[in-house]
Protein backbone atom coordinates (compact mmCIF):
# COMPACT_ATOMS: atom_id res chain seq x y z
CA UNK A 1 0.00 0.00 0.00
CA UNK A 2 1.12 3.39 -0.68
CA UNK A 3 2.33 5.80 1.88
CA UNK A 4 0.91 8.95 2.79
CA UNK A 5 2.04 11.78 4.43
CA UNK A 6 0.13 14.40 6.71
CA UNK A 7 0.75 17.45 9.05
CA UNK A 8 1.26 16.50 12.92
CA UNK A 9 -1.16 18.88 13.71
CA UNK A 10 -4.01 21.77 12.97
CA UNK A 11 -6.05 23.93 14.41
CA UNK A 12 -9.69 25.11 13.18
CA UNK A 13 -12.18 27.57 14.72
CA UNK A 14 -15.23 26.59 15.61
CA UNK A 15 -17.91 26.91 12.75
CA UNK A 16 -15.08 27.57 10.25
CA UNK A 17 -14.31 24.62 7.65
CA UNK A 18 -11.53 22.16 8.33
CA UNK A 19 -9.14 21.53 5.52
CA UNK A 20 -7.26 17.96 5.71
CA UNK A 21 -4.19 17.52 2.94
CA UNK A 22 -2.55 14.07 2.75
CA UNK A 23 0.37 13.81 0.24
CA UNK A 24 0.34 10.34 -2.00
CA UNK A 25 2.07 11.11 -4.46
CA UNK A 26 2.86 6.79 -5.34
CA UNK A 27 -0.47 5.87 -5.25
CA UNK A 28 -1.19 3.29 -8.08
CA UNK A 29 -4.16 3.59 -10.89
CA UNK A 30 -6.23 0.66 -8.44
CA UNK A 31 -5.46 2.12 -4.79
CA UNK A 32 -8.67 4.05 -3.51
CA UNK A 33 -8.10 6.99 -0.72
CA UNK A 34 -10.00 6.53 2.42
CA UNK A 35 -10.21 8.82 5.66
CA UNK A 36 -10.65 7.81 9.07
CA UNK A 37 -10.55 9.99 12.34
CA UNK A 38 -10.18 8.66 16.21
CA UNK A 39 -11.66 10.79 18.73
CA UNK A 40 -10.02 10.33 22.30
CA UNK A 41 -9.68 6.86 23.51
CA UNK A 42 -12.57 5.49 20.91
CA UNK A 43 -12.10 3.64 17.92
CA UNK A 44 -11.37 4.67 14.39
CA UNK A 45 -14.33 5.66 12.59
CA UNK A 46 -14.63 5.73 9.02
CA UNK A 47 -15.76 9.33 7.75
CA UNK A 48 -15.10 9.22 3.57
CA UNK A 49 -13.21 7.65 0.72
CA UNK A 50 -13.11 7.78 -3.57
CA UNK A 51 -10.92 6.92 -6.32
CA UNK A 52 -10.58 9.75 -8.60
CA UNK A 53 -14.09 12.08 -8.35
CA UNK A 54 -14.82 14.25 -5.93
CA UNK A 55 -17.31 12.45 -2.90
CA UNK A 56 -19.55 14.12 -0.18
CA UNK A 57 -21.79 12.51 2.80
CA UNK A 58 -22.47 13.98 5.08
CA UNK A 59 -19.63 13.90 7.58
CA UNK A 60 -17.14 15.64 5.08
CA UNK A 61 -16.66 16.25 1.27
CA UNK A 62 -13.19 14.54 -0.20
CA UNK A 63 -11.61 16.23 -3.06
CA UNK A 64 -8.87 14.62 -5.07
CA UNK A 65 -6.36 16.44 -7.27
CA UNK A 66 -6.89 15.21 -10.86
CA UNK A 67 -3.57 13.86 -10.81
CA UNK A 68 -4.14 12.00 -7.66
CA UNK A 69 -1.27 12.85 -6.20
CA UNK A 70 -3.04 14.15 -2.69
CA UNK A 71 -6.32 15.08 -1.78
CA UNK A 72 -8.08 17.21 0.85
CA UNK A 73 -11.04 16.36 3.34
CA UNK A 74 -12.65 18.94 3.95
CA UNK A 75 -15.22 19.38 7.05
CA UNK A 76 -17.72 22.29 6.37
CA UNK A 77 -18.82 23.35 9.95
CA UNK A 78 -16.30 22.25 12.42
CA UNK A 79 -17.63 21.33 15.78
CA UNK A 80 -15.85 20.98 18.83
CA UNK A 81 -16.95 16.82 18.80
CA UNK A 82 -14.65 16.92 15.46
CA UNK A 83 -11.48 17.42 17.57
CA UNK A 84 -9.86 14.28 16.86
CA UNK A 85 -6.61 12.49 14.63
CA UNK A 86 -7.71 12.00 11.08
CA UNK A 87 -5.57 9.38 9.10
CA UNK A 88 -5.57 9.18 5.05
CA UNK A 89 -4.67 5.89 3.69
CA UNK A 90 -4.67 4.76 0.34
CA UNK A 91 -5.41 1.27 -0.60
CA UNK A 92 -6.54 -1.34 -2.90
CA UNK A 93 -10.07 -2.52 -2.21
CA UNK A 94 -9.57 -5.89 -2.22
CA UNK A 95 -6.84 -8.24 -2.01
CA UNK A 96 -4.91 -8.64 1.54
CA UNK A 97 -7.32 -6.59 3.32
CA UNK A 98 -4.71 -4.48 5.26
CA UNK A 99 -5.87 -1.00 6.50
CA UNK A 100 -2.22 0.75 7.24
CA UNK A 101 -2.88 4.00 9.32
CA UNK A 102 -0.29 6.29 9.04
CA UNK A 103 0.62 9.27 11.65
CA UNK A 104 -2.62 11.14 10.80
CA UNK A 105 -3.03 14.74 11.51
CA UNK A 106 -4.29 15.97 15.80
CA UNK A 107 -7.34 18.57 14.35
CA UNK A 108 -7.91 20.84 16.82
CA UNK A 109 -11.00 22.62 17.26
CA UNK A 110 -10.83 25.70 19.08
CA UNK A 111 -14.39 27.29 20.00
CA UNK B 1 -26.64 -2.72 13.87
CA UNK B 2 -23.70 -1.10 12.91
CA UNK B 3 -21.66 -2.13 15.91
CA UNK B 4 -18.51 -4.28 16.48
CA UNK B 5 -18.50 -4.90 20.29
CA UNK B 6 -15.52 -6.00 22.56
CA UNK B 7 -15.41 -7.22 25.55
CA UNK B 8 -13.88 -6.01 28.24
CA UNK B 9 -13.64 -2.77 28.01
CA UNK B 10 -10.85 -3.00 30.84
CA UNK B 11 -8.52 -5.88 31.26
CA UNK B 12 -5.45 -5.98 34.03
CA UNK B 13 -3.05 -8.94 34.10
CA UNK B 14 -0.19 -11.05 35.17
CA UNK B 15 2.76 -11.90 33.31
CA UNK B 16 1.90 -15.34 34.01
CA UNK B 17 -1.88 -15.09 33.47
CA UNK B 18 -3.65 -16.27 30.71
CA UNK B 19 -6.65 -14.42 29.29
CA UNK B 20 -9.00 -13.96 26.06
CA UNK B 21 -10.45 -10.71 24.20
CA UNK B 22 -13.85 -11.17 22.78
CA UNK B 23 -14.94 -9.09 19.43
CA UNK B 24 -18.72 -9.88 17.80
CA UNK B 25 -20.09 -8.32 14.70
CA UNK B 26 -23.64 -8.92 13.86
CA UNK B 27 -23.23 -7.37 10.22
CA UNK B 28 -22.75 -10.22 8.16
CA UNK B 29 -19.10 -9.03 7.57
CA UNK B 30 -16.60 -11.71 6.43
CA UNK B 31 -13.52 -9.76 7.48
CA UNK B 32 -11.96 -9.53 10.91
CA UNK B 33 -8.68 -7.61 12.02
CA UNK B 34 -7.23 -6.92 15.34
CA UNK B 35 -5.15 -3.90 16.01
CA UNK B 36 -3.10 -2.75 18.75
CA UNK B 37 -2.66 1.03 19.60
CA UNK B 38 -0.13 2.69 22.26
CA UNK B 39 -0.75 5.58 23.59
CA UNK B 40 -0.62 8.77 21.11
CA UNK B 41 0.55 6.20 18.02
CA UNK B 42 -1.76 5.10 14.82
CA UNK B 43 -3.39 1.69 15.30
CA UNK B 44 -0.61 -1.15 14.40
CA UNK B 45 -2.83 -4.04 12.46
CA UNK B 46 -1.84 -7.54 13.77
CA UNK B 47 -4.02 -10.06 12.13
CA UNK B 48 -6.60 -10.36 9.42
CA UNK B 49 -8.98 -12.66 9.50
CA UNK B 50 -11.15 -13.52 5.78
CA UNK B 51 -14.08 -16.39 5.78
CA UNK B 52 -12.57 -16.99 9.08
CA UNK B 53 -9.38 -18.10 8.07
CA UNK B 54 -6.20 -16.09 9.29
CA UNK B 55 -5.15 -14.88 5.77
CA UNK B 56 -2.61 -12.09 7.46
CA UNK B 57 -0.27 -12.17 10.57
CA UNK B 58 1.84 -9.22 10.76
CA UNK B 59 4.57 -11.35 12.37
CA UNK B 60 2.99 -11.28 15.67
CA UNK B 61 4.84 -12.87 18.70
CA UNK B 62 3.08 -16.31 19.32
CA UNK B 63 1.77 -15.17 23.19
CA UNK B 64 -0.78 -13.50 21.25
CA UNK B 65 -2.92 -15.86 19.73
CA UNK B 66 -6.16 -15.48 17.58
CA UNK B 67 -9.05 -17.15 16.91
CA UNK B 68 -12.23 -17.00 14.66
CA UNK B 69 -14.91 -19.73 16.02
CA UNK B 70 -17.57 -18.19 13.38
CA UNK B 71 -18.37 -15.13 11.58
CA UNK B 72 -19.81 -12.76 13.85
CA UNK B 73 -16.67 -14.12 16.60
CA UNK B 74 -13.38 -13.00 16.52
CA UNK B 75 -11.14 -13.55 20.00
CA UNK B 76 -7.87 -13.08 21.13
CA UNK B 77 -5.93 -15.40 23.37
CA UNK B 78 -3.17 -13.73 25.69
CA UNK B 79 -0.69 -15.88 27.63
CA UNK B 80 2.56 -14.70 28.76
CA UNK B 81 2.84 -11.51 27.69
CA UNK B 82 5.32 -8.18 28.64
CA UNK B 83 4.69 -5.10 30.09
CA UNK B 84 5.42 -3.59 26.74
CA UNK B 85 2.47 -5.15 25.84
CA UNK B 86 -0.10 -2.66 27.71
CA UNK B 87 -1.79 -0.90 24.91
CA UNK B 88 -5.28 -0.33 23.50
CA UNK B 89 -6.52 -3.51 21.26
CA UNK B 90 -8.80 -2.40 18.51
CA UNK B 91 -11.26 -4.96 16.59
CA UNK B 92 -12.88 -4.01 13.11
CA UNK B 93 -15.07 -5.62 10.72
CA UNK B 94 -15.40 -5.12 7.16
CA UNK B 95 -17.93 -6.49 4.04
CA UNK B 96 -16.39 -8.90 1.46
CA UNK B 97 -18.51 -9.23 -1.48
CA UNK B 98 -18.68 -12.21 -3.67
CA UNK B 99 -16.56 -15.28 -4.43
CA UNK B 100 -14.07 -12.98 -6.76
CA UNK B 101 -13.03 -10.07 -7.21
CA UNK B 102 -14.41 -8.02 -4.60
CA UNK B 103 -14.55 -4.84 -3.01
CA UNK B 104 -14.39 -3.48 0.69
CA UNK B 105 -16.55 -1.10 2.03
CA UNK B 106 -15.75 0.53 4.89
CA UNK B 107 -14.31 -0.63 8.18
CA UNK B 108 -16.36 -1.07 11.42
CA UNK B 109 -13.84 -0.37 14.71
CA UNK B 110 -15.13 -1.37 18.37
CA UNK B 111 -14.80 1.07 21.29
CA UNK B 112 -11.17 -1.63 22.22
CA UNK B 113 -9.93 -3.46 25.15
CA UNK B 114 -7.65 -1.41 27.06
CA UNK B 115 -5.18 -4.04 28.27
CA UNK B 116 -2.16 -3.84 31.58
CA UNK B 117 0.05 -5.87 32.05
CA UNK B 118 1.68 -6.01 35.70
Known amino acids: DAKTTQPPSMDCAEGRAANLPCNHSTISGNEYVYWYRQIHSQGPQYIIHGLKNNETNEMASLIITEDRKSSTLILPHATLRDTAVYYC????????????FGQGTRLTINP | DTEVTQTPKHLVMGMTNKKSLKCEQHMGHRAMYWYKQKAKKPPELMFV???????INESVPSRFSPECPNSSLLNLHLHALQPEDSALYLCASSHRIGTGAFLNTEAFFGQGTRLTVV
Open chain 1, 89 to 100: IVRVPWGAQKLV
Open chain 2, 49 to 55: YSYEKLS
